[in-house]
């Protein structure tokens, strides 16, 4: 009876940190941070991640970023926007 208890023991446990893990990566995902937090983790069950990382990196270094919609320089003609 106590070898039983022992194995749900470590099963619950390990359930459990996988189920943190998870919640943990959906958290971080949803806020859009989190590359020093879930990178090693990441990296670990898919090695791939770190390139496309990095190109997501990239990608968002040469996003310019619209003006905003306040700004007076910006005009509507005919639904496109001219600076």
């Given amino acids: 009876m106590s070898e039983v208890l022992a194995v749900l ?3 619950g446990c390990l359930a459990g940190v996988l189920g ?3 919640w943990l990566a959906a ?3 949803r806020r859009g941070v989190g590359d020093n937090v879930m990178g090693p983790f990441e990296e670990i069950w898919h090695p791939g991640a770190h390139r496309f990382r990095a190109e997501i990196k990239v990608y968002e270094e ?3 970023p619209l003006p905003p919609a306040a ?3 910006r005009r509507e003609r005919g639904g496109s926007i001219s600076p």
Avoid: N
């Fill in 62 to 64: 040469r996003v310019v």
């Fill in 9 to 11: 023991l470590v099963v």
């Fill in 27 to 29: 958290r971080v995902r």
């Fill in 71 to 73: 700004d007076p320089k």
């Fill in 20 to 22: 943190l893990l998870a």
